[in-house]
């Protein structure tokens, strides 16, 4: 009997434990309670069952909570109270409570009219509450400055690899295809080479991996090499497929014709192919476009580089849609140009 008296102690014991620690641990146990309640826990353990509500996506329970903190009297510092308000605030913008976010922050203005993250907050609302488009256009007269002098840089980077890149690939095709295997196997080896690794990769080794082999260059220099070499192996491809697209007869009445192989290639076989080869080539050229982001890595400041600066000085989103319609601008630009030298370019096999 003893010790049945002894077990069911024990029991008793455990029971209240747990009835303790789930009241205290329950959501809304404390925001169903009077300030007197709220009274009962430290500053630190009130604001955590607050945040532990606002972590579960209780917000109105957080705020009821919070709510129970009244205004400090004369003589206390009344730290907890603009802790508490503050923090309501921040859930009532979440919310989309504007008016509400106001009233709390003015309540603690009214009892510390300098508190300096009260009157910020105030500020920092009536940004929240204008309309997007005129957001929008404030942050687009704002940044564009900024962003058209990493433009610049982008159109500068792509128009040096435009001009270089179908040179370099014309002379890495006719090499590739030339009888003479040693020349075949280089070029052969420049085209997979530079098709087979990424052009992040090609960029960090000129840029980094070279100067371990006393070669420097400045920012500009490697990016243009890197991006005019990689440009050239792709087009090679591009500009091989497109020669050895023509009929074998074409070179052979050129040949009948005394021409020699260098003369049959200028004058007959490769200006059979630009029509051929225009398409690809203008899809290569977009791409560019968007590949001169990577230079970002290599401590050029492009447009790509001045938007994730000012991003992550604003952390405005506005700054990267800004930057996604230069790029599309640019790209639709070069495209209409590349159509119109497509049309020309056909224009014989039209008549």
Known sequence: MTMDKHLFIVIFCFVLLFVSISAADAPGAL???S???????????????ANDLVATG??????DLLNTVVPPTSGEDGVLFVKARMLTASLYLALEDFPKARAACRNVLSIFPDHAEASGFLASLKQEEIPFYKAFYRDFVTFLPALLKGAVTTLGLTLITILISPLGGLLIALGRIASFRPVSGVCWFIIWFFRGTPLLLQLFFIYYGLPSLGITMPPSTAAILGLGLNYSAYLAEIIRAGIQSIGKGQMEAAQVLGMSYVQAMRHVIVPQTYKRILPPIGNEFIALIKDTALVS??????????????FNTYFNINVLIIAAIIYLVFTTVFTLIL????????AYEEL
């Not at 709220?38 to 009130?46: H, N, R």
């Not at 209780?58 to 705020?63: D, G, M, P």
């Not at 890595?297 to 000012?310: G, N, P, Y």
């Open 58 to 63: 209780n917000y109105q329970q957080a705020i």
């Open 31 to 33: 925001a169903a309670g």
């Open 35 to 49: 300030s007197e309640a709220a009274s009962s826990y430290s500053d630190d353990t009130l604001l955590l069952k």
């Open 297 to 310: 890595t290599i401590a050029m400041v492009e447009l790509m580089r001045s938007a994730d600066q000012i």
């Open 339 to 346: 159509d119109r030298v497509e049309k020309k370019a056909g």
